[in-house]
């Protein structure tokens, strides 16, 4: 790993944020739902359906369609932002329909949708990969068939240095020799990358440290997804 860059907040370069906190259940009204936490970072997602889709000419009559709403709330950051979509959120949307997609098995569900709405209620970076960790749980919570969980977190290159999981001041002010890039990445558990963005500069050697890094904290955030999962199950059980 690359030396230099010192984090302000004491963490290691491989050190991921805490707490972190996932928990099932969390919307009673929708048909699955999770929170996803870490550091200062939260996520909600609820999943509705499946559904009949409306209108009728989007249906697809060979498989079901998931339709992923991701929404950073007004409060979420320190000043209030405008409510509504953006181009952001419509991006962040269309990315993690195509995180989730190659577990979901959508082919049993032909002419229907299943939406799921992503809520981040505070933000403070690694806000897309905190909502594809809630929304994989959420899915699983609603019953939809999923070939395996899935787990997302982010790498930055600080200037020239490796460190996980980047924090608000690190993603995006700081700009020391490089500047900051950041890489999400997200894994199936069985270690498929599902999705990956990089919008900066990275050698070859430096992205295979990357995918390492973010394998590495996949495990522990998957451990932490089938705990959340687990527990809700038992807490079921002892209702019946
Ligand atoms: P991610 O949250 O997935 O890392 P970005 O890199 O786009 O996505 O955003 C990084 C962080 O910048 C967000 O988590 C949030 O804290 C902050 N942020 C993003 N968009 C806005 C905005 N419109 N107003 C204020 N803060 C924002």
């Known amino acids: 790993m690359a030396e230099g860059y010192v984090r302000e907040d004491g963490r290691k370069n491989d050190e991921l944020r805490s707490p972190i906190k996932a928990d099932v259940g969390v919307v009673p009204n929708a048909d699955g739902s999770a929170m996803f936490q870490i550091g200062k970072t939260i996520a909600i997602a609820a999943v509705y359906g499946p559904k009949k889709m409306h209108p009728q000419h989007s249906q697809d009559p060979e498989k079901g369609t998931l339709r992923c709403t991701y929404n950073m709330n007004s409060f979420s ?6 409510p509504g979509p953006s181009r952001r959120s419509t991006e ?13 098995m959508l082919e049993k569900y ?40 899935v ?24 700009e020391d020799g490089e500047g900051s890039t950041d890489i999400p990445i997200t894994f199936t558990h069985s270690g ?18 990357v995918v390492e890094m973010a394998k590495g904290a996949c495990d522990k955030i998957y451990e ?12 079921g059980e002892g209702e019946k």
């Open 92 to 104: 962040i949307s269309k990315i993690t329909e195509w995180a989730l997609n190659p577990v979901v």
């Open 192 to 209: 498929e990358i599902t999705h990956i963005q990089l919008d900066g500069k990275i050698s070859s050697e430096q992205l295979k440290e």
């Open 77 to 82: 950051v320190e000043d209030r932002i405008r």
């Open 224 to 235: 932490i997804q089938k705990e959340a999962l687990k527990k809700s199950l038992m807490a």
């Open 110 to 149: 032909p002419n229907e949708v299943v939406d799921v709405h992503i809520n981040i209620i505070q933000a403070d970076a690694g806000t897309r990969c905190a909502g594809i960790n809630a929304a994989a749980m959420a899915l699983a919570d609603a019953g939809i068939p999923m070939k395996e969980l």
């Open 151 to 174: 787990s997302s977190i982010s790498v930055g290159k600080m200037d020239k240095t490796l460190v996980l999981d980047l924090d608000k001041f690190e993603d995006s002010e700081f």
